[in-house]
């Protein structure tokens, strides 16, 4: 079976954020299950040439008015193919994302989207299936109907519906040179009426899939569909929810070089160094049964940085320490900058993305905090408990999927302050009692959130689009 995918960023090459993970892990998983998996992304400025080696394998190939060059490597520790497409206007700038809220972070993936269909015969392999995320990717479909493409079936893995790709029809039909009336979908306009890239990928794909089976059922609802519900009810027979995995050798507490004492499940005792050197790193009082908390993530409001804000002075009052790892909103940043200078002894926060520091917060925190107004799967919430440490999240999404209450975490329903200080509390209750902390640790510890069972499930979904 011959699968390729296609995304805008894949860890380790060009990261962002959990898309990123995903594309570099499950194809790894697919592999070892006998399939012929691939991977496409852009040539970004941003991938590191030096310490991942990629070769030239075709140029100088027109697509529209331009020419891209296809380089050829690896997924690091793996022998699943990667190609990188090659194009300085569309895909020199800096970053990923970059533009994005203009005109060029739109054409950017469209052209993007449309080298995939041209490389094929050069790159000599040609997919049964094509595997699309997120909006950058979703115009994929619809391009193959129109190039009238039936050998190829696609699958559209939707894993943050809040983003979806939208602008003004007269620029888009212009930049892919359509009339309008081509196929149907071309006519459906999105609340804003905006031409809408998820829309069409929603309409357009063979079949459709969210990262956990709660977000599945939450984006057929008004409160979660962000304007797309109504589309997505019409492909809910065409719609699943497969939550995500993460990559059990590189988040490993027993191999991890990036933390100070490898451990495990046996003796996570040996964890409490890590959180010693947490507290040195953030020049914190270095006191071991001060319940230490860690935050890592996007500085915005759907991670729920406004609900931890507002319940700091309760954790400072607790005399309980917090250590944040994020950039965002700059008015976030600043709040959160100067809650650190108050309260010195208790609070240390660091404006940027650090992965190395970020494995040093799973290993030495106690408790991480997740507490998201929405979380299609989320993935620091089971990393976290890899490391043995607990998560606190607001039952959503992916986390309502991965947390057991007073079992592997805590969970909170109502998104408020006050909900999210009660849960604390009874964290801090259960914290004091170390023989019932312990337990938690250990059953967190022992959950198997590999890519394993996900990719046995992916497995089943191409086979159910090849025999369509």
């Known amino acids: 079976m011959r699968v390729l995918f296609v995304a805008s960023e894949c860890t380790p090459l060009a990261k962002v954020g959990g898309l990123g993970d995903v594309v570099g892990a499950l194809p790894k998983a697919l592999a070892g299950l006998g399939l012929d998996v691939r991977i496409a992304i852009p040539k970004y400025r941003i991938i590191d040439e030096n310490k991942h080696h990629f070769e030239l394998i075709a140029s100088k190939i027109k697509v529209k008015e331009e020419f891209i060059n296809i380089y050829q490597g690896f997924l690091p520790e793996s022998k699943v193919l990667v190609y990188l497409l ?36 050069h790159i000599k392999w040609f997919p049964q299936i094509i595997h699309c995320h997120d909006w950058e990717t979703a115009i994929i479909p619809l391009l193959l109907k129109l190039k009238g493409e039936k050998r190829i079936r696609t699958l559209l893995t939707i894993h943050n519906l809040a983003i979806q790709g939208k602008w003004n029809q007269k620029d888009v039909f212009h930049f892919l040179n359509l009339n309008g009336n081509e196929i149907e979908t071309l006519r459906f306009r999105d609340k804003d009426k905006d031409f809408n890239i998820l829309q069409q990928g929603i309409l357009n794909a063979d079949l459709l899939n969210t990262v956990s089976p709660t977000y599945r059922k939450e984006i057929l609802t008004k409160k979660y569909g962000k304007g797309l519900e109504n589309f997505l009810a019409q492909r809910k027979n065409s719609l699943l929810g497969i939550l995500n995995g993460i990559d059990f050798v590189r988040f490993n507490p027993e191999t991890d070089p990036a933390i100070k004492e490898n451990y495990s499940v046996i003796n996570f005792e040996k964890k409490n160094k890590n959180k010693i050197e947490l ?15 860690g935050f890592i993530g996007r500085l915005d409001p759907q991670k729920g940085i406004d609900l931890i804000i507002k319940i700091l002075p309760n954790l400072v009052k607790s005399d309980c320490q917090l250590v944040i790892l994020g950039k965002g909103e700059k008015e976030y940043e600043k709040e959160l900058q100067e809650l650190a200078k108050k309260y010195p002894n208790n609070i240390f926060v660091y404006i940027k993305f650090d992965p190395v520091l970020a494995q040093k917060i799973y290993a030495g925190s106690d408790i991480f905090l997740m507490p998201s107004k929405f979380e299609p799967c989320g993935l620091g919430q089971m990393i976290a408990m890899r490391y043995g440490t607990i998560p606190i999240v607001r039952e959503t999404g992916g986390l309502a999927d991965t947390v057991i209450q007073r079992k592997t975490g805590f969970l909170f329903k109502q998104y408020n302050s006050r909900a999210l200080v009660k849960i604390i509390n009874e964290a801090l209750k259960v914290y004091k009692n170390k023989k019932e902390w312990q337990k938690i640790i250990k059953r967190a510890m022992k959950e198997d959130f590999s890519w394993k069972i996900s990719a046995k499930e992916y497995l089943s979904l191409y086979k159910k689009l090849l025999n369509v």
């Open 86 to 121: 090659e194009n300085d206007k569309y895909f020199g700038g800096n970053g990923v994302y970059s533009h994005i809220s203009s005109f060029g972070g739109i054409e950017r993936f469209l052209f993007f989207s449309e080298t995939i269909l041209d490389i094929f015969s």
């Open 279 to 293: 507290q040195k790193i953030f020049q914190l009082p270095e006191k071991k049964n001060a319940l230490l908390f």
